[in-house]
């Protein structure tokens, strides 16, 4: 379990604290964990659900520091909403991913995602900013969603990974805006690098070689890829069918998002020719 208690600042590094959210549930594990980076001056990494008790804990974290960002890492409503109430109360501009523009979140899939989230200033890979004694990189990994970021902080060699690799769990890949071909050729981009330690957004810190859960994660998305093929070759099958097969046992509150990863791993499959969709929700092999 985590060891932070919600609400609670605790410091893991020099310049990184960790606040978690009271938003624990099967899909953000105990909850969004906001990092504070900085000592007299602060950058707030992914301020989390627009949650009072929340906004609260921060600014006891922060305690009166002038916070000079509010950084984002992707707009999932876990983790960008809290930006307008902790803008509005530190006057810190918004800063970090790129807004989607996914349609009418009625009528999509999407409603996951925080539709209201306007930055002051959108970064793009190796864009930065800085305060006293850090600075902050941003590292393009789309994949969970198409507008993820990571944050780099070389003055520990650390990275914060989002939800693009989480210390308790894979990450979901939703599609339309997930994309599973992405997400794999962004933890790629992460086994390159020389990280010592991960910051997820939900999870423990990864400090022990990290880029060996990044491959690990990896791995595991290739192995389902694989299942998929095989299953497909036996003959065509709906997405139902190939969560039942491959996921036996999984409890039934995480069946959609397994649904969702599947459905994006055959869209990929498909794009390079290894899978095909057919009428009335079935797939074969391509």
Not at 48 to 68: F, S
Not at 71 to 98: E, N
Not at 247 to 257: C, E
């Amino acid at each position: 379990m985590n060891e932070a208690p919600t609400g609670q600042a605790v410091l893991l590094s020099p310049l990184v604290t960790r606040v978690l959210a009271p938003n624990p549930s099967p899909y953000t594990y105990t909850g969004t964990q906001t990092h504070l980076v900085g000592d007299r001056r602060v950058a707030v990494i992914d301020p989390g659900p627009d949650d009072p008790a929340h906004l609260e804990a921060l600014l006891a974290a922060i305690d009166g520091r002038e916070t000079v960002a509010i950084v984002c890492t992707h707009t999932h409503r876990d983790h960008s909403p809290l930006s307008r109430a902790l803008t509005a109360a530190t006057g810190a501009p918004i800063i970090g991913c790129a807004p989607l523009a996914l349609g009418d979140p009625e009528t999509r899939s999407d409603a996951a995602f925080d539709f209201d989230y306007v930055p002051d200033r959108i970064l793009g890979d190796g864009d930065g900013l800085e305060g006293d004694g850090w600075t902050l990189e941003a590292v393009a990994t789309p994949g969970h969603t198409s507008n993820h970021l990571a944050f780099a902080l070389p003055q520990e060699a650390a990275l914060f990974t989002g939800d693009h690799v989480m210390g308790w769990s894979t990450s979901i890949v939703s599609p339309p805006d997930g994309d599973m071909g992405a997400y794999m050729t962004s933890l790629d981009t992460l086994i390159g690098r020389d990280d010592a330690v991960y910051y997820p957004g939900h999870g423990e810190a990864v400090r022990d070689n990290p880029q060996r859960l990044a491959r690990s994660m990896l791995g595991h998305r290739k192995q389902r890829e694989g299942q998929i093929v095989r299953l497909l070759a036996t003959g065509e099958a709906s997405v139902a069918d190939l969560v039942a097969r491959m996921y036996v046992g999984l409890d039934p509150r995480l069946v959609p998002a397994a649904e969702r990863s599947v459905l994006a791993h055959l869209i990929d499959l498909a794009r390079r020719g290894l899978a095909e969709r057919r009428s009335e929700g079935l797939w074969q092999a391509g």
